[in-house]
């Protein structure tokens, strides 16, 4: 009589304010036969909590407010991992990682991974170099997103043997299968009955993002094509009691440099003829928006913010031809005029040269979009799967011995 294999048991510990799709995917994708997954949530207004419950995925919720509360959700986690029996735990960003490997730690567990998707240390101030190092500290294995992300976690101190890279996943069938009903619905609804070439931006108003720039390159389209729109989604800005808001935070002395940012990409936006452009805060249908794109722009002002970018792949498997600066995972994919127009950093006069030649040469477009397409493939979130379920089987495996 064949007696079934045990499954191996992950929790993955997390929290995130706005839906993130690759670890949805994951979710629905792993094998269910291997792996027992649950999720362990520290946000009640978590937007993945909807999607579990879809899917029928164990989950517990909690809540996390504060980071002087730490020692308390760490025993919350410890015990959870105890009463569980979990062999693996995989942690995701900052309040996730800091709970969740010491709890792991403590309950020796065998396998404690975390993703980093943050630049290194030196550029992520946000929280104490001492807790970062605790988390790596307690972690048997670091997964990176790109190479970029990889020389971030050496240049901090982790020991290179703890590091694996393995991309973000996409589901690339949800880009092929984009009904024409929606894009209609999007065009009708942002564009109207607009006929000239669509500029498209995906980036929130921070200076490293380099929308200022492409805002500079778009005024030297529209002296080409004056019919042109720039489409800057993605802002997370709503412009509704912004200038109030703005002042009451001045007057109140409150440090909040993206307001700054927002200043001066809204001083540039002023420079612009009217009805030459629009701003969309936040679209959820990002598959049927990047259809309405001619061309793609993503400038970073340098290689060490955008450690992942997940818009380059979007742009790539939406076969949308892009004009961008080299950051994250473009530096592991992006060759120039092969499969993108790369430019340098802060080059408003390349942005534009680029984004004119992608309008202007049909036959390099179409080069381009194929190429880049079938580059995008490593991204697959089958091969994302794949790669992970091998990590998680084959570091248990070598943990047990």
């Not at 909690?62 to 025993?75: A, I, Q």
């Not at 498209?200 to 500079?216: F, L, Q, S, T």
């Not at 089958?382 to 943990?399: G, P, T």
Request: net charge neutral; proline share 4%.
């Amino acid at each position: 009589m064949m007696i079934a294999q045990q499954k191996i048991k992950v929790t993955c510990i997390f929290t995130h304010p706005i839906r993130w799709v690759p670890f949805e995917l994951v979710a629905k994708y792993i094998d269910k036969n291997k792996f027992d997954i649950d999720y362990i949530i520290l946000n009640q207004g978590d937007p993945m909590i909807a999607c579990l419950k879809y899917l029928n995925i164990r989950h517990t919720v909690t809540s996390f407010p504060d980071y002087s509360n730490t020692p308390e959700m760490v025993k919350f986690l410890y015990e959870h991992l105890i009463k569980n029996k979990t062999d693996i735990v995989h942690t995701h960003w900052f309040a996730g990682s800091l709970t969740g490997m010491q709890a792991a730690y403590y309950a020796q567990v065998p396998v404690r991974i975390f993703t980093r998707e943050h630049p290194s240390i030196k550029y992520y101030s946000r929280h104490a170099a001492s807790k970062h190092r605790l988390i790596w500290e307690c972690a048997t294995n670091v997964i990176a997103v790109t190479n970029k992300s990889k020389e971030g976690m050496i240049e901090d101190g982790i020991p290179e043997n703890k590091i694996t890279i393995i991309p973000t996943g996409f589901d690339v069938s949800e880009y092929e299968n984009v009904e024409i009903s929606r894009i209609d619905q999007l065009r009708a609804k942002y564009l109207a009955n607009h006929q000239g070439p669509v500029i498209g931006v995906a980036a929130r108003y921070v200076r490293w993002k380099g929308v200022e720039y492409v805002i500079e390159a778009y005024k030297k389209v529209l002296e080409t094509y004056p019919n042109a729109i720039l489409v800057l989604s993605g802002t997370g800005i709503d412009r509704t009691n912004l200038e109030e808001k703005i002042s009451k935070a001045r007057k109140e002395d409150i440090v909040a440099p993206q307001y700054d940012d927002i200043i001066s990409i809204t001083e540039k936006l002023s420079q612009l003829p009217n009805h030459s452009y629009i701003e969309i805060p936040f679209e959820a249908d990002l598959f049927a928006l990047f259809k309405l794109f001619d061309v793609f722009v993503h400038a970073p002002t340098d290689s060490i913010q955008e450690t992942f970018g997940q818009v380059y792949v979007d742009a790539m498997l939406s076969k949308i031809p892009s004009v961008i600066t080299l950051a994250g995972s473009a530096l592991d994919h992006a060759v120039h005029q092969e499969n993108a127009w790369v430019v340098d950093y802060k080059n408003s006069d390349q942005i534009a040269q680029g984004i004119l030649t992608l309008l202007s040469d049909i036959r390099l477009r179409e080069n381009m979009i194929n190429n880049a397409f079938l580059r995008a493939q490593k991204y697959d979130i089958k091969n994302h799967i794949q790669q992970l379920e091998e990590f998680y089987i084959c570091e248990l495996q070598n943990r047990r011995k």
